[in-house]
């Protein structure tokens, strides 16, 4: 575990996966990440790549031949991401390509993910360099938790979503393998508020693609805003908990899961990225406080 902290906040992030398991304000000692209790969800904030969500039947096809990939890919719980630059307000993390990945994914890359402190923001840049001499298809994202109720004697309704602009927003529909269907269902209708529930992912996560919002705040309707997350360099967003669970995900997405229509061609996936030969891709998020 590696621990970074400045005079507003502290971090901690897992080895495994690079994966941020503490943001904890200093002033307050509140912790604001939800801390993988296994009865609900035992993850806190797993990085997406090279795939977000499940693929149909668990596999991709590239140049006519089958490839297995787990859900979300293979950073998350990976073993074999190396701390590479620590400086007193970053971490900078990477995993290159090896055998093990050519399997599962036939593309030569390196994937690089840096967390960065200033004052009261968390910044978590990504970037994948394409070392290949093909295209690289890819898709990138992040599934932060964050708890919700915070204080004692609060409810997880007391919690809402605020956007930084009143939208229409529709929601894709998932079937009950995980696969995006050809239905949607209305969230917001000129609005700027989502209210969390108990059943509000009964359906399973809320999937936005295209938002036209690039900021989201979780405030309490009491006490005012407790963190917000920007993500302009991510098209499409999830909102996801475990129906009953004290957090809520906020997931800026390059991607989304498969289509229930798809042919699993990799190259024309929904929302798949795309970086030539020997070039370099980035996109961030950051983690604002209040």
């Known amino acids: 575990m590696h621990e970074l902290q400045n005079e507003f906040l502290s971090i901690k992030v897992n080895s495994i996966g690079a994966e941020l398991s503490s943001l904890k304000n200093l002033e307050t000692g509140i912790e604001h990440l939800w801390q993988g209790s296994p009865e609900f969800w035992a993850s806190r904030a797993p990085n997406l790549f090279p795939v977000i969500g499940v693929l149909k039947d668990g596999e991709f096809l ?26 007193p307000n970053s971490l ?38 394409n070392l290949d001499e093909k295209p690289l298809y890819f898709s990138l994202g992040g599934h932060p938790a964050f708890n919700a109720p915070i204080e004692e004697g609060e409810v997880y309704e007391d919690f809402y979503l605020e956007f930084d602009r009143k939208m229409d927003l529709s929601t894709h529909l998932l079937n ?82 498969d289509v229930e229509s798809t042919d699993k061609n990799l190259k024309t996936k929904e929302g798949i990225q795309m970086l030539e030969s020997k070039k370099e891709f980035e996109a961030s998020y950051k983690i604002n406080i209040s």
Request: with cysteine; proline share 4%; net charge positive.
């Open 176 to 257: 009950e393998k995980g696969l995006v269907m050809d239905k949607t269902e209305g969230i917001l209708d000129n609005e700027d508020k989502i209210r969390l529930q108990k059943d509000l992912f009964a359906k399973d996560a809320l999937i936005f693609q295209n938002i036209p919002s690039k900021k989201v705040a979780l405030k309490n309707k009491n006490t005012g805003i407790i963190l917000s997350v920007e993500y302009s360099d991510f098209s499409n967003l999830g909102i996801w908990a475990k129906p009953g669970a004290p957090y809520v995900c906020i997931e800026p997405w390059l991607g989304m899961a």
């Open 62 to 87: 590239f140049e006519g031949k089958a490839y297995k990939m787990p859900k979300h890919g293979f950073i998350r719980h990976n073993e074999e991401m190396r701390l590479k630059v620590k400086t």
């Open 92 to 129: 900078i993390f990477e995993l290159e390509y090896s055998q093990k990945t050519l399997e599962i994914y036939p593309f030569k890359f390196k994937f690089e993910i840096s967390f960065t402190l200033h004052e009261k923001s968390l910044k978590i840049h990504h970037s994948i360099i």
